[in-house]
């Protein structure tokens, strides 16, 4: 039977000083990506008054929207009583022409 070689130990790169440096440059990467509680506020304190901005301009238009639809319906009824005289007239204007002898074309 053959003896099992001893395992190696893994070796570690450099001394301990490197090996902190190097993590110390990666903590500082992560905290120059993080953002401050000053940032934090001021990016909370735009996105409010950006949303403010939106409801009030959603609310000028649903104002708008409300005063086409006001005007519609008041045309559309215009419209109706409008198409209902001219009915009439053109019905007294077919009686008359009967009792005259006229004949109408169109």
């Given at each position: 039977m053959k003896k099992a070689a001893p395992k190696k130990k893994k070796s570690v790169p450099g001394t301990v000083s490197t090996q902190l440096r190097a993590i110390d440059a990666k903590l500082d990467r992560v905290i120059d990506t993080?953002?401050?509680?000053?940032?934090?506020n001021l990016f909370k304190k735009e996105v409010s008054e950006r949303f403010e901005r939106i409801e009030r301009n959603i609310e000028q238009l649903t104002i708008?929207?409300?005063?086409?639809?006001k005007s519609v319906e008041s045309l559309m009824l215009e419209y109706a009583v409008i198409r209902t005289q001219l009915e009439r007239y053109d019905r007294w204007f077919k009686e008359i022409a009967k009792k005259v002898g006229i004949e109408l074309k169109p």
């Open positions: 993080m953002v401050t509680q000053h940032e934090f708008a929207v409300d005063k086409l639809t």
